[in-house]
């Protein structure tokens, strides 16, 4: 089936948040279906993929050099079939006390190995815990990117405590593609959508698992930027933005 193609597409969107590498947590389960994914995401028009595995300190995870190894693998195996696609390592991190020391330690990945690095909580975690971890991130001289912002009800779609804990932290917002286009209900849309609106998200980001429920699809998600912010903001939420996570540089 042929995508219909967006005007912020000609560059190649970036996607900071997946999970693609084969057999690493609850996302893609073996080479074979990466492959099927990685179809799926260059046919929606990505460029670059953060592959960003599932990351817990108190778990048994893909380690910092098997991350690598899962993704070069991956990487051959897209080049030998032509899939116009390249991936950069990265984790999805569930935040405890102590992250900073692991990230420091080299354990976990930052996206692309910059400075930005993806951040999860509990959906119902305090306000107060949130703000405090992320600045605890910061202070170590890292860019904490809080993953699907809009899962998080002490955040809010309300403008004032979003607006508050970007202020506070340093930090940016992802929110995922899905969420916007309202695959993932009404309370994910409400949020997900509020938020953009009020000019609070840096990244739209596909969060996928697999290639059917939660496949790696964004030109749904992009055409509904364009068609309600604006060419330009689109492409600062899927290709600037992310592209500036690539180059390791502060986003403009």
């Not at 070069?72 to 080049?79: G, P, S, T």
């Not at 429920?213 to 330009?232: T, Y």
């Not at 903001?233 to 986003?251: F, H, K, M, S």
């Amino acid at each position: 089936m042929r995508v219909m193609r967006s005007t912020s597409q000609k560059k190649g969107y970036i996607d900071i948040h997946c999970h693609m590498l084969p057999g690493v947590d609850d996302g893609s389960a073996s080479l074979e279906q990466s492959i099927r994914m990685a179809k799926q995401a260059a046919m929606e028009g990505f460029a670059d993929i953060c592959v960003t595995p599932h990351q817990k300190a108190d778990r048994r995870c893909v380690t910092y050099e098997g991350t690598l190894r899962r993704m070069h693998l991956l990487q051959e195996r897209a080049d030998e079939l032509r899939i116009p696609v390249r991936f950069h390592p990265g984790a999805e991190i569930f935040y405890r006390h102590g992250v900073e020391e692991l990230l420091e330690a080299r354990r976990f990945h930052t996206l692309a190995d910059s400075h930005y690095v993806l951040v999860e909580f509990f959906p119902g975690e305090e306000y107060a815990y949130i703000r405090d971890a992320l600045v605890r991130i910061s202070s170590y001289g890292y860019l904490p990117v809080l993953a699907h912002v809009e899962r998080y009800a002490a955040v809010g779609p309300e403008a004032a405590r979003a607006r508050e804990l970007k202020e506070n932290t340093g930090c940016f917002f992802q929110v995922n593609a899905a969420s916007l286009t309202g695959e993932t209900g009404f309370a994910g849309k409400n949020a997900a959508r509020k938020l953009v609106r009020q000019g609070l998200i840096d990244f739209v980001a596909t969060d996928c698992h697999d290639e059917e429920g939660r496949a790696p699809r964004i030109s749904r998600c992009a055409q509904w930027l364009e068609r309600k912010l604006g060419a330009q903001e689109a492409e600062r939420l899927l290709i600037r933005n992310p592209g500036a996570v690539l180059e390791d540089r502060p986003l403009r």
